[in-house]
């Protein structure tokens, strides 16, 4: 068989495209949230605020959290070709986002030492300048998330169930991260809000640093889902029953065939890889199973090994 043959047969294992416009929602996001960084790390420190001292540090780890997103936006799209790459080169924004993960948890163990050292050594604190700068951490926030404009909604699934098919599992993670971690941003500048006003008005010094506190809870818990999430794509974890289930009832329609073993695998944004053998007495033409499996739009790589009974 000739090789331009041979061709007309392969396929691409590119199954995952990085939008440009994504990518520079994300730059415009990440210049603005380390300028506020800076500033809140700043005046937190000069104003003696645990609670805005943290939410500038907890919008740090954001800010390295978008820019490895950022990174890996731009390796994916450069080595999106690249055949070294079994399944094409998208798990590297997900290990981005594992990556950012861990950062997060680690910064949650430094705000939360910070917050119990400053209970028991309480500082004058400066509520005015602090609540102006939180303030405007605040609405930073929410520009940011205007201008994200993720349209997911916190990590809504669309797994397959008994009851409905849903086919547009296409979610970008990486935006998808990058839009929680500013609305995390957000509400930890609101619990510094609500702390500097408490102390104001009621003269309790003490609800600053336990806000701090519970900031730091609010970045273990984002930690712990984002680690949860990246690591089964990145383990090939099969999560995805529903799918599983679909295929089985597709193959198995016939009363004849029947799947002896099935792997079923992430391979981009709502795309999957599936290797399955099946056994029959009559089976059909290979090209009749693939063909069948063609509703199922998730499915972008198959192999398939047929097994006659003797």
């Known amino acids: 068989m000739h090789q331009k043959n041979i061709q007309a047969y392969q396929h691409l294992h590119d199954f995952h495209e990085v939008k440009g416009s994504n990518v520079k929602k994300v730059s415009v996001v990440v210049a603005i949230t380390?300028?506020?960084?800076?500033?809140?790390?700043?005046?937190?420190w000069l104003f003696n605020s645990m609670a805005l001292l943290s939410?500038?540090?907890h919008m740090g780890t954001?800010?390295?959290?978008?820019?490895?997103?950022?990174?890996?936006?731009?390796?994916?799209?450069?080595?999106?070709h690249d055949a070294r790459y079994a399944f094409g080169a998208w798990k590297v924004e997900i290990l981005g986002a594992y990556t950012s993960a861990i950062l997060l948890g680690l910064v949650g163990l430094f705000v939360i030492y910070s917050s119990i050292e400053r209970i028991f050594n309480p500082a004058a604190i400066q509520y005015?300048?602090?609540?102006?700068?939180?303030?405007?951490?605040?609405?930073?926030?929410?520009?940011?998330?205007?201008?994200?404009?993720?349209?997911?909604?916190?990590?809504?699934?669309?797994d397959h169930d008994e009851h409905a098919h849903a086919h547009h599992d296409s979610q970008d993670l990486n935006m998808k991260s990058a839009y929680l971690h500013v609305i995390a941003d957000a509400l930890t500048s609101v619990f510094a809000i609500l702390a500097l006003l408490g102390a104001k008005l009621l003269h309790l010094n003490i609800l600053d640093p336990i806000m701090g506190i519970v900031s730091s809870t609010l970045i273990f818990r984002w930690s712990f889902l984002l680690l949860r999430e990246t690591s089964a794509i990145l383990l090939d974890k099969g999560e995805n029953q529903g799918l599983i289930d679909e295929i089985r009832e597709i193959i198995e329609k016939d009363g004849d065939a029947k799947i002896s073993?099935?792997?079923?695998?992430?391979?981009?944004?709502?795309?999957?890889?599936?290797?399955?053998?099946?056994?029959?007495?009559?089976?059909?033409?290979?090209?009749?199973?693939?063909?069948?499996l063609k509703e199922v739009h998730e499915l972008a790589h198959i192999n398939i090994e047929i097994i006659k009974c003797e």
């Open 34 to 44: 380390l300028v506020t960084m800076v500033f809140e790390i700043l005046f937190g």
């Open 55 to 57: 939410d500038g540090w």
């Open 62 to 80: 954001h800010a390295s959290a978008l820019s490895i997103t950022l990174f890996a936006y731009f390796l994916a799209k450069r080595h999106s």
């Open 128 to 158: 005015n300048q602090a609540l102006l700068v939180a303030v405007l951490g605040l609405i930073v926030n929410v520009v940011c998330a205007f201008i994200l404009n993720y349209r997911g909604h916190s990590g809504h699934r669309h």
């Open 261 to 292: 073993d099935l792997h079923l695998w992430k391979v981009g944004q709502g795309k999957y890889g599936c290797i399955l053998s099946l056994v029959a007495n009559a089976p059909q033409n290979l090209s009749e199973y693939k063909e069948a």
